[in-house]
């Protein structure tokens, strides 16, 4: 019996050594090999460009706090506070001047003073007092030129709060457009520099490459693309150069006779207090990747 297993043994061992396991090298990553390109003599380089330009959007928002005794009494009380407001504001164009709002509502409680003298709300629905309503405006203005009268015409109603005004640039298509096209130039100006530089001739284009990796160096390594689009204009502020101020307006209509807080009492108390909103400058940044061969 011990020699029937033995040689059982022995001949599983000799099979295994005559046929040993076979192992599957692993797949090399896409990003470990070299583009068709990168194997004749090339040149990558991106070219760069920016620009400012001052920003050509403007927002804020101004806050109408009204009390009564019912929710419906209070969000009557703020809409007719900013009826004029809205009529106003719509003089100036309902496409450049977007104005939108909102309501929120609470119920304002009885109070009592605990033992410490701390006033305290009974918060009871069977407590409730009156009811407060906050009517939110947001504006947004898209063009600048009418951003300083729509801003007066916001604080002249009076509001309960406002927010201070936020700028931003929305580049138009043909910005965007030049933009890349002037990056394209760049590279080939730096292309052409650097190839007299290191004694040689530039020849044709092998890539135009929207996406930068081109001429990025993980273009060889296992690098994960990080999502940044550099064919897209970039906006980053900068210091804006304010212009000079503009002279003092033309004296303001009589306000005698005119409703409280309509759109021609607003109209004419805006004029009263000018504000100067300088849009700021933003900068722009652009880079285009080009593969040029050597001569």
């Not at 109408?64 to 719509?90: C, M, P, R, S, Y």
């Not at 409730?128 to 906050?134: A, D, F, L, P, W």
């Not at 307006?249 to 108390?269: D, F, I, Q, R, W």
Request: glycine fraction near 6%; include cysteine.
């Amino acid at each position: 019996m011990r020699k029937v297993i033995l040689l059982t043994a022995v001949a599983g061992l000799f099979i295994a050594g005559a046929a040993p396991a076979q192992t599957t090298a692993p797949q090399a990553s896409p990003y470990d090999r070299a583009p068709w390109w990168m194997k004749e003599s090339v040149i990558t380089q991106t070219g760069y460009v920016f620009t400012e330009i001052p920003a050509n959007r403007a927002s804020f928002s101004a806050t109408f706090l009204t009390v009564a005794d019912t929710a419906e009494k209070a969000q009557n009380l703020a809409i007719a506070q900013t009826k004029g407001l809205n009529q106003a504001l719509d003089k100036l164009g309902k496409d450049k001047v977007r104005v939108s709002t909102s309501f929120s509502m609470r119920a304002l409680y009885e109070q009592y003073r605990d033992k410490s003298g701390n006033r305290i709300e009974d918060q009871r629905g069977d407590k409730i007092e009156k009811y407060q309503v906050s009517l939110n405006l947001s504006v947004e203005v898209r063009d600048t030129a009418l951003l300083e009268r729509a801003y007066a015409l916001v604080l002249a109603a009076a509001p309960t709060s406002s927010t201070p005004i936020s700028f931003n640039l929305q580049p138009d298509n043909e910005t965007n457009t030049w933009l890349y096209t002037e990056a394209v130039k760049d590279a080939h100006t730096r292309a052409l520099q650097s190839a007299a530089a290191a004694g040689g001739k530039l020849g044709g284009i092998k890539v135009i490459d929207p996406t930068g990796r081109a001429c990025e160096t993980d273009i060889l390594a296992r690098g994960a693309d990080n999502g940044w689009d550099p064919t897209m204009a970039q906006e980053v502020m900068v210091s804006g150069a304010r212009k000079a101020y503009a002279p003092p307006p033309p004296p303001a209509p009589a306000m005698a006779g005119l409703a409280l807080n309509s759109a021609e009492y607003l109209e004419a108390k805006a004029l009263q207090n000018p504000f100067i909103q300088t849009p700021p400058l933003q900068r722009l940044e652009a880079k285009a990747c080009v593969v040029y061969g050597l001569n």
